[in-house]
């Protein structure tokens, strides 16, 4: 099948060489987002946020790294105008505002930990151009490095807010826990998310659930090193819950799975009386148009092509990606037989919407 001819229409020779200029600008972003998450991963920022003009030899050593990489790195640094650079004593330096976005000391705020997800995308590009061919997805069986990528994510806001910012959400939820309650995560990954709240509440009871027998085993290996022993962690189908909990959590997953509207009936059916459902997900619309201006709307956009989407329809699953925005994630929750769903936003954490849905 030939390709169609193109449209003749006017050609605005400014127009073009300033959209010229935006592609340069991407590809040049691009590249320095990978050398920004070799940053993170090796703790280059860290070292560097904490000593004074260093040269890329002295960098090399506090940071146990090559030297020739640190200095070609630091190049890139430079250029990319991230590190400052004084040429006459050879020094570069992690101006305070910048480490304020790119340490681990910046918590929520350090956007240097998200760049490793354009890495994961770029190892099964060629895998999902194959899916834009023949149909189908990418198994989550590809993406090894996906649940430790998002069990640091989700550390960073969760350690800092899930306790004093998340839970309160929930009108009386941090005394009901504090009394002794019964809680299941779904999608729990490495099970971060339960461990932090069975360590603020060791009267209640913690169950996470996840498809995932690497993420499970994971989690059970943190909670043993935390000595803490009212969390448990299980394999298993989502849409398929068995026992009552007061309390059903779900943290960004929701959207990536293979039968959302399933899991959700499940979820209700496994909430007793007057028992709620705390749901995090992505910060979008479900309409097009209202992501025009999103600050993360080219991220959210690609994750979706090259995961959240593509590992839902490796399955035959749903494939929501950023279908699933609020206004489809309300919808949904209804159907699923919650009655009351109030959405809010939580400071520090500005990729997700929180969801309080209860059924009566």
Same mark, same amino acid.
């Given at each position: ?5 193109? $449209? ?7 127009? !073009? ?7 340069? @600008?991407?590809? &040049? ?22 000593? +004074? ?6 960098? #090399?050593?506090?940071? @146990?790294?090559?030297? !020739?990489?640190? $200095? %070609? ?14 040429? %006459? ?20 705020? &350090? ?33 090894? !490095? ?9 550390? $960073? ?19 009901? /826990?504090?009394?002794?309650? @019964? ?10 998310? +339960? ?23 994971? #989690? ?19 849409? $398929?819950?068995?026992? *009552? ?11 990536? /799975?293979?039968?959302?509207? *399933? ?71 209804? *159907?699923?037989?919650? !009655? ?21």
């Amino acid at each position: 099948m030939s390709s169609p001819a193109p $449209r003749r229409t006017p050609l605005d020779p400014a127009r !073009r060489d300033a959209f010229a200029g935006d592609m340069a @600008d991407v590809l &040049n972003k691009g590249a320095l987002a990978l050398l920004v998450s070799v940053g993170h991963q090796s703790g280059l920022f860290d070292t560097l946020a904490g000593l +004074p003009p260093v040269t890329g030899a002295d960098l #090399a050593e506090a940071a @146990d790294l090559d030297e !020739r990489y640190v $200095r %070609e790195w630091l190049g890139g640094m430079v250029v990319g105008g991230i590190v400052e650079y004084e040429p %006459e004593t050879g020094t570069y330096t992690l101006p305070p505002e910048h480490a304020a976005s790119l340490t681990s000391a910046a918590g929520p705020d &350090n956007l240097a930990g998200m760049m490793p997800y354009i890495a994961l995308m770029g190892e099964v590009e060629q895998r999902v151009l194959r899916c834009f061919r023949e149909g189908g997805g990418v198994p989550y069986s590809a993406y090894p !490095r996906f649940q430790a990528l998002q069990a640091e994510e989700t550390a $960073r806001v969760y350690d800092q807010a899930l306790v004093s910012l998340i839970v309160p959400l929930v009108p009386g939820l941090p005394e009901r /826990l504090a009394e002794g309650i @019964d809680v299941l995560d779904v999608g729990t990954g490495h099970g971060h998310a +339960p461990l932090v709240l069975a360590r603020a509440f060791p009267a209640s009871r913690f169950h996470g659930l996840d498809q995932s027998e690497a993420g499970i085993e994971a #989690a059970r290996a943190e909670a043993a090193r935390a000595g803490v022993g009212n969390v448990r962690h299980s394999v298993g189908d989502s849409t $398929r819950i068995t026992g *009552e909990y007061d309390l059903i959590t779900a943290f960004d997953v929701i959207h990536d /799975l293979a039968r959302p509207a *399933e899991t959700l009936t499940a979820i209700a059916g496994a909430l007793r009386p007057g028992g709620t459902f705390l749901m995090c997900d992505i910060a979008a619309s479900s309409s097009l148009e209202k992501n025009i201006g999103h600050p993360f709307g080219p991220a959210l956009y690609g994750f979706s092509v090259f995961y959240c989407m593509t590992t839902s329809l490796s399955t035959g699953g749903a494939g929501l990606g950023t279908v699933w925005g609020t206004e489809t994630a309300v919808r949904m929750l209804r *159907e699923a037989g919650f !009655r009351n769903v109030d959405v809010t936003s939580v400071e520090g954490d500005p990729i997700n919407v929180y969801y309080v849905a209860t059924k009566d």
